[in-house]
């Protein structure tokens, strides 16, 4: 297919194509991020085009397959999700002192996680925990920037619940692990931008597999959400990267976990905590 985005190509070629074609063409350029999980007959019936229509279509564009085609429409989607870190170039920290950073960086931190907050967001969090006591294992997954939140969520579980499978260790294995699941397992994705191939990747083959999946990301142009059962949204910073959001959210799903689940886990973390200090390995 060479090195051309498929969106150039679509919006190079559509004008020369026919009026149902053309039609086909507007209606992925307006919806190519959310048509992941559509059959040809869900897309034929949403762009009220025929099906035909649509294999001329992708034909014409250079796709022997749908499979092909979406593809490289999942690719877009990736692409067009560029990067956002820390903006150390912004013309309003010129003329502030030192102090004055600290402040104006600690509040905007802080104040995402107030436009964060809404009952979609409660809701999810609400759901999370339903999914996560009826489960029989919960398994773990993240990379890049969202693994240290994958870290963070088993380790703040497993204190007191200890059903979770980190799959964030050894990427390479994830789908000789995924292998191996039983239908009453979950997985727990962590897909913060920018998210890798392989998470995709991942959410694809557990959607096939019809797992259980909770997504939490903090963009609603995530193409893994048509896989998801729940999926948990993150307010994001354009001008700043920070994880404590997530952070938060990771200790929100821990705290309802443990006042909801019908075992004492507040006497579970005290005989942890006695064990470690017998053992010598912490200090107070």
Known sequence: MGNQNVLKKIINQKESLPKKQKKF???IIDNYRTIGLDSIGEMSSKADV?????????????YKTLSDF????????????TPKWWDFK?????????????????DKINSLQSYTMNDD?????LDTVDL?????????????SSRSVALYLENSINQFYPKCNQLSYEPHYV???MHNFNEDEIIVLIALSPYTQLTYDVAKYCAEK????????????NSMIPYANITVFLFRSEDHYTLVPAISLVETITVLLGITINEDSASKLDEIGKLLAQQNITKT
């Open 25 to 27: 063409c507007e209606f």
């Open 50 to 62: 025929g099906t035909t229509t649509i294999l001329r279509t992708i034909n014409n564009l250079g």
């Open 70 to 81: 979406k593809k490289d429409l999942h690719k877009a989607v990736i692409e067009s999700q």
């Open 90 to 106: 912004d013309s309003n920290t010129n003329n502030k002192s030192g102090s004055e950073i600290v402040k104006s960086t600690w």
């Open 121 to 125: 967001f409660v809701q999810g969090i």
């Open 132 to 144: 996560m006591i009826h489960a029989s294992r919960i398994n773990i997954f993240g990379l890049r």
């Open 175 to 177: 789908f000789d692990r």
């Open 210 to 221: 019809k797992l259980k999946i909770i997504l939490i990301t903090d963009s609603d142009e």
